[in-house]
């Protein structure tokens, strides 16, 4: 029945430690992430009884129905989606993750609406790597500044960036934007920031992201099959 969950994870898996042993890295410190959008709770738990413990959700409504109906296993959940201003408190209170911060606004609310009994919520900065308005995320000159107001927040910790660049047709124009979020990591690191984590590359692009010193990858199509259209 999972057959085919399992295979496609096995050969995820397999690209990482590929990807990892060709470009110098531990496979050991990239993190797959499996997204599950569109994805219904009994094919979670099948990936779940395959191994796998980080799954990350687009959708709120979504996310917090199938959170629920898994809520006896111990999965760390990742919202990857578009955080909106009022919807802040579910976000605090059942992630263990959110990537994609670009206000300082949503930042204040995350953290004051975590709850004290959880543990700081880990939290990535979104790049805007392509200079795309529509893919959201924050500009080369505001992440500083977005990066020294987060990690001042107390119910936060500030991991590292989060990028999603516009698909590229070659290897090496998707390394291209994947540098670019390196650099920038670097640029904060040398201004003082901690941060352990690259959050970038998806089914399409994850070997490039990983050549590009990516700690965590998000996949979800090839795991799961590809998505209906909305
Ligand atoms: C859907 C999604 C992914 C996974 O994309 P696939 O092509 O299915 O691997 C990764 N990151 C974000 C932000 C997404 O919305």
Redesign the pocket.
């Known amino acids: 029945m999972n057959d085919e969950i399992a295979h496609n994870l096995a050969t995820v898996q397999q690209r990482i430690r590929a990807a990892a042993r060709r470009y110098n890295r531990s496979p050991d410190d990239i993190t797959l992430l499996a997204?599950t959008?569109t994805v219904d709770a009994a094919r979670i738990r099948q990936a779940y009884a395959c191994g796998q413990t980080q799954f990350?959700e687009?959708y709120l409504q979504e996310a917090l129905t199938k959170i629920a109906e898994l809520k006896d296993l111990p999965i760390e959940w990742h919202f990857?989606?578009r955080i909106q201003s009022n919807k802040t408190k579910p976000v605090a209170e059942s992630f263990a993750w959110v990537?994609?911060v670009e206000r300082i606004r949503i930042a204040e609310r995350l953290s004051a609406q975590r709850p004290s009994a959880a543990p700081p919520l880990n939290v990535c900065i979104q790049f805007n790597v392509s200079a795309e308005s529509s893919k959201g995320g924050v500009s080369d000159s505001e992440l500083a500044e977005l990066a020294s107001a987060v990690s001042e927040l107390p119910r936060l910790r500030l991991r590292g960036l989060m990028a999603?660049p516009a698909p590229a047709h070659s290897f090496d124009a998707q390394r291209v934007a994947f540098h670019r979020v390196a650099a920038a990591r670097e640029m904060l690191r040398d201004k003082g920031f901690l941060l352990d984590t690259l959050s970038m590359g998806?089914?399409?692009d994850l070997e490039a992201a990983i050549a590009e010193q990516s700690t965590l990858v998000?996949?979800?199509?090839?795991i799961f099959g590809r998505?209906p259209l909305k």
């Open positions: 997204v959008k990350g687009n990857i989606g990537h994609g999603l998806t089914s399409e998000r996949v979800g199509s090839a998505r």
